[in-house]
Nanobody, 115 residues
Framework: VQLVESGGGLAQPGGSLRLSCAAS????????MRWYRQAPGKERELVAV????????NYAGAVKGRFTISRDNAKKTVYLQMNSLMPEDTAAYYCNAHRWSTDYWGQGTQVTVSS
């Protein structure tokens, strides 16, 4: 199983980026897909979740209203649209696939928000 993130990079404050995570999971549609982030010197934190069964979503308070998680089950891909970026969004972003006691992780993609 592989999760491959892409779309990270440098953005200015107020700008936007869209992260993608392509998964090689046969039963992708059954997995909850999550985005985490980890800033230097800080613990990894959950940013957004999209449920595998009903597509419901949840967000961390710090990103609610600015970030949107979505998925395309036909493409086995999950997205994180990030708008109104702030310097405190700077972190390595990781894709996670979760079902029951199974977790798969991507290698991470760096997002840097700076002027």
């Amino acid at each position: 199983v592989q999760l491959v993130e892409s779309g990270g990079g440098l953005a200015q404050p107020g700008g936007s980026l869209r992260l993608s995570c392509a998964a090689s999971i046969f039963t992708f549609n059954l997995y909850d897909m999550r985005w985490y982030r980890q800033a230097p010197g800080k613990e990894r934190e959950l940013v957004a979740v999209i449920n595998g069964e009903d597509g419901s979503t949840n967000y961390a308070g710090a990103v609610k209203g600015r970030f949107t998680i979505s998925r395309d089950n036909a493409k086995k891909t999950v997205y994180l649209q990030m708008n109104s970026l702030m310097p405190e969004d700077t972190a390595a972003y990781y894709c996670n696939a979760h079902r029951w006691s199974t977790d798969y992780w991507g290698q991470g993609t760096q997002v840097t928000v700076s002027s």
